[in-house]
């Protein structure tokens, strides 16, 4: 007899966000100890389209690095975000009047003001929940 699986919101949410090939990392970072950077390297060595966010600038490995989410060159499907939670409480503003729909808050980025923000403003969140954990599926 063949089991059948359902699976839950979250999972369903998770399991979307991952499918989607365009992804903007707030927050990565030039240190490889940094999740930013272990993010940002795991998705593209998976074949992901990463766009490395922070204030900053620069680049990381070799690739640009956009002060803002308003400066990239298209809209990236999913924004995970690797910030004090005070910061991704802007972050989510600024993704909204974006139009930018889907926001991944990695542990310690979320806040209970960014994920209220989010679910009062159409935005699909995925909080409590750290993408590394699902890299096995991204490949």
């Known amino acids: 007899m063949e089991q059948t699986f359902t699976l839950t919101p979250v999972e369903q949410r998770i399991s979307d966000f991952i499918a989607r090939r365009v992804w903007a990392i707030v927050g990565a970072s030039n240190d490889p100890s940094k999740y930013g950077n272990r ?4 998705l593209r060595a998976a074949g ?3 766009y490395p966010v922070n204030p900053k600038g620069g680049e990381l490995d070799g690739v640009k690095v956009y002060p803002t989410l308003a400066d ?12 004090p939670p005070q910061v991704t409480e802007q972050i989510v503003r600024q993704a909204h009047e974006l139009g930018l729909i889907r926001i991944w808050m990695q542990p310690g980025a979320e806040s209970e003001a960014a994920i209220r923000y989010c679910e009062e403003n159409g935005i699909e969140v995925v909080h409590d929940a750290c993408a590394m954990h699902f890299r096995r599926s991204w490949d």
């Open 39 to 42: 993010i940002f390297r795991t």
């Open 48 to 50: 992901y389209k990463v």
């Open 72 to 83: 990239l060159p298209e809209k990236p499907d999913v924004v995970d975000i690797v910030v």
